[in-house]
């Protein structure tokens, strides 16, 4: 039986909160950045475009990226 892939932004948008509480002060404001950008990552909070298949109509909701160099989403397609 396989597990359903976890992958960094959510364990950031389920644990970060709790974590930046306890590490206030000692985190970078840049470090708070990625986070905040990995979180947002693929989601409604960037905003994103509709997708229509020309041969069935299929639409497809497509979030935009982050494209924040540390984003493992972001990163993945760029090295391929």
Known sequence: ???PA???ADIFRHRGPAW???????????QLKVMS?????????LGGHVER???CSHLRICYN?????HCPK???????
């Open 65 to 69: 990226s982050c494209r924040n160099r």
């Open 37 to 45: 950008a990995i979180e947002r990552c693929r989601t409604a909070a």
């Open 53 to 55: 298949c020309e041969d």
């Open 1 to 3: 039986m396989s597990r």
């Open 6 to 8: 976890v992958e960094v």
């Open 20 to 30: 930046r509480a306890s590490h206030a002060g000692h985190v970078s404001l840049g």
């Open 74 to 80: 972001c990163q993945a397609a760029a090295a391929r």
